[in-house]
């Protein structure tokens, strides 16, 4: 398994941005397609972005298309998240996710890798 680490949560005000980082180690990290997920309070866990292993594919649920941007540097074993205009409703615990294959994903049951998660607060 690859050993995940998110970092560059906060808050923020509604439209402004942020940028998530997550640092990978273990598994060769340029191997595997890798994933953001959010979990809002009270709520599970649901998908938001995915990219496959060289970065040629990308996948985004449709609240954040437009605004949210995956990006990832598999010469420095990171993943990133561009998230601009960002709304109340954004507000969660980002969590990145390293997937079983190369290709983009989106089931919590095609990623088997975790980070412990960072929070993102939107104000209104």
């Known amino acids: 398994q690859v050993q995940l680490v998110e970092s560059g949560g906060g808050l923020v005000q509604a439209g402004g941005s942020l940028r998530l980082s997550c640092a990978a180690s273990?598994?060769?990290?340029?191997?595997?397609?890798m994933g953001w997920f959010r979990q809002a309070p009270g709520k599970e866990r649901v998908f938001v972005a995915s990219?496959?292993?060289?970065?040629?594919?990308?996948m985004y649920t449709n609240s954040v298309k437009g605004r949210f941007t995956i990006s990832r540097d598999n010469a420095k074993n990171t993943m990133y998240l561009q998230m601009n205009n960002l709304k109340p409703e954004d507000t969660a615990v980002y969590f990145c996710?390293?997937?079983?294959?190369?290709?983009?994903?989106?089931?919590?049951?095609?990623?088997?890798?975790w980070g412990q998660g960072t929070q993102v607060t939107v104000s209104s």
């Open positions: 273990g598994r060769t990290f340029s191997s595997v397609g």
């Open positions: 996710a390293a997937a079983r294959t190369s290709t983009v994903q989106s089931g919590e049951a095609d990623f088997d890798s």
């Open positions: 990219i496959s292993r060289l970065g040629v594919g990308t």
